[in-house]
């Protein structure tokens, strides 16, 4: 366990020692590469450094100590020759993990190569105010978030027609073939083969990745499951009792990066858990919801309250309320009854004996084998685990 430990505070010095290599611009190049795995405030804010960078995609699991694939390739990309040396320096370094996309990688390489009268082209044509940015990486993560620059190529044609320095059209012409490239090879079998990278469809730009959510939101809203949401998101946003509709609550969890343009397998396996497989009907990208897959977004203690609430009706949920004194006032279905009854330490992953007695005891069987037959198995980290009695 120590053993371990100093190998985590070692990765963390390394991590200390990589970020004093970005600095400035460097920094700001640092903070477009990783723009797929950090949330919009962090992408926003001009106080945070390289060092924060770091934290929080280790803090997401993106990196982890001994990996250093995604770092060695920042390095190589950015050319920057003290941190390939850092990288070098640190002996534990294992190229695994994840990696930077193509395109990401690919824009950046024309970006370098955007001159100051070119800058000041896209600000114009873009119609964005001039104060705002300072820089063309501010800029480009602002075409970004706003969805107005992704990897389709209209946009990256439409990007590039405004530019007039000739090296970075090139590289703009260059990656709007990648682009093209990958689209036509996305549904074959060699796409790993060939090493075209294959996110998510063709069609899902971050515009229509808005839309979607959107549209997601309000079928949920239009069928009161808010208050489900509330509880399965309960351990991924703050404060989630505070979301007053489906929508905000969806912006949170794109703000936490749970979902983002490339990645909405959350979506799906919330489509999974709370069994509403009739949002695909009105949400086709939600369509893998139908077929069958290991759910790896949400703990088994988390599953099993959506159980539980699936199997409580309205009344019965009165009667939970009545047997533990909950004020009628304090819920207003089972879904916000469980989430008070989380609050006040009634339900446990591994705690629950009693809680499940007290169900039976009540004739809610049904509700009570929901719980039976997950906490056999449950581990939850997201509750605190219950104190085991000595044997005598």
Aim: hydrophobic share 35%.
């Amino acid at each position: 366990m120590a053993n371990e430990q100093e190998e985590k505070d070692r990765y963390t010095e390394f991590l200390k020692n990589l970020s004093d290599e970005y600095k400035g611009e460097k920094c700001r190049w640092l903070r477009f590469l990783l723009c797929d795995y950090l949330s919009e405030s962090l992408l926003t804010n001009k106080d945070v450094f390289a060092f924060d960078l770091f934290n929080q995609i280790r803090e997401k699991n993106i990196i982890k100590h001994p990996e250093v694939n995604l770092l060695s390739e920042i390095a190589e990309v950015t050319d920057v020759a003290a941190a390939k040396l850092v990288i070098e320096d640190y002996a534990n370094g294992v190229k695994r993990g994840r990696t930077l996309s193509p395109y990401r990688k690919a824009l950046f390489a024309a970006l370098i190569d955007v001159i100051p009268g070119d800058f000041r082209k896209l600000q114009s044509s873009y119609e964005l105010d001039r104060c705002c940015f300072y820089d063309k990486w501010d800029l480009v993560l602002h075409l970004e978030i706003k969805g107005r620059l992704d990897n389709t190529k209209e946009k990256i044609k439409q990007f590039a027609d405004i530019l007039s320095d000739k090296k970075a059209k090139d590289k703009l012409s260059n990656l709007s073939t990648l682009t093209e490239t990958r689209e036509n090879l996305q549904s074959t079998s060699s796409v790993e083969q060939l090493g075209v990278y294959a996110p998510a469809p063709k069609e899902l730009n971050r515009k229509n990745f808005n839309a979607m959510l959107l549209k997601t939101s309000r079928w949920y809203q239009a069928r009161n499951k808010l208050t489900m949401l509330k509880l399965l998101f309960t351990n991924d946003v703050k404060a989630s009792k505070e979301f007053d509709d489906v929508k905000s609550l969806f912006d949170a969890l794109v703000e936490s990066r749970k979902i983002y343009v490339r990645n909405y397998k959350y979506l799906i396996d919330m489509v999974k858990v709370t069994d509403t497989r009739g949002v695909v009907e009105d949400v086709e990208l939600l369509s893998d919801a139908n077929k069958d897959g290991k759910i790896t977004s949400f703990t088994p203690y988390r599953l099993t309250l959506m159980k539980m609430g699936n199997a409580l009706s309205k009344d019965e949920a009165k009667e939970v309320g009545s047997l533990y004194d909950v004020p009628q006032n304090a819920y207003t279905d089972q879904w916000s009854l469980i989430m008070h009854l989380e609050r006040t330490k009634n339900v446990f992953a591994n705690g629950a004996r009693e809680f499940v007695e007290d169900l039976k005891d009540i004739g809610l069987h049904h509700v009570a084998s929901k719980l039976i037959t997950t906490n056999k198995r449950s581990c939850s980290p997201d509750v605190p685990k219950s104190k085991k009695k000595k044997k005598r």
